[in-house]
């Protein structure tokens, strides 16, 4: 299989931005920008996000028992690039509040603050499953990504 062109097949599917937020052993802020995130379950509530076992931020989230969602508004384009970045603590010049047990990053569409449910392996990515505690939303229109390429999404108003 050719892994590039399968990613492209699979970059055709819209989504949303999100950042996916943990406190390390030393309560030190990580984070990094996913967009394989969806709803689980509504009763009780949870929530599922994909995390590559190879990134810098995984260490930090397989070793918590708390992590948060941020869902990005379409004009947080330049914080998702940020967070997607080498860049070794993306939390330098960012503007960020602690939430419930986790880091939140302020003018997101909605924050979901989690702790662990389960993790599941699969492959190179673990899915972490999260159940939500607390969360906030905003009447703000989230970023959205497609074929490598990011679009705001359409007013709330539209939306009814």
């Known amino acids: 299989?050719?892994?590039?062109?399968?990613?492209?097949?699979?970059?055709?599917?819209?989504?949303?931005?999100?950042?996916?937020?943990?406190y390390d052993c030393d309560h030190q802020p990580w984070g990094l920008t996913a967009n394989s995130f969806?709803?689980?379950?509504?009763?009780?509530?949870?929530?599922?996000?994909?995390v590559a076992k190879s990134g810098r931020v995984f260490p930090t989230l397989s070793g918590s028992d708390h992590f948060a969602i941020n869902i990005?508004?379409?004009?947080?384009?330049?914080?998702?690039?940020?967070f997607s970045s080498n860049v070794e603590n993306r939390f330098t010049d960012t503007d960020w509040t602690p939430g419930?047990?986790?880091?939140?990053l302020p003018g997101?569409?909605?924050?979901?603050?989690?702790?662990?449910?389960?993790?599941?392996d699969?492959?190179?990515h673990e899915i972490l499953l999260g159940r939500v505690l607390e969360y906030t939303h905003a009447p703000v229109p989230p970023l959205v990504y497609c074929r490598g390429s990011f679009f705001p999404a359409p007013q709330p108003e539209a939306l009814r």
């Open 1 to 22: 299989m050719d892994i590039r062109d399968y990613r492209y097949a699979l970059g055709s599917f819209p989504t949303g931005v999100t950042i996916v937020t943990a």
């Open 108 to 120: 997101a569409s909605a924050h979901l603050d989690c702790t662990v449910h389960d993790r599941i």
């Open 122 to 124: 699969a492959g190179d």
């Open 38 to 50: 969806t709803s689980v379950s509504l009763d009780p509530p949870v929530i599922s996000v994909c």
């Open 72 to 82: 990005l508004s379409a004009d947080q384009k330049n914080l998702a690039l940020h």
């Open 100 to 104: 419930h047990a986790a880091p939140l």
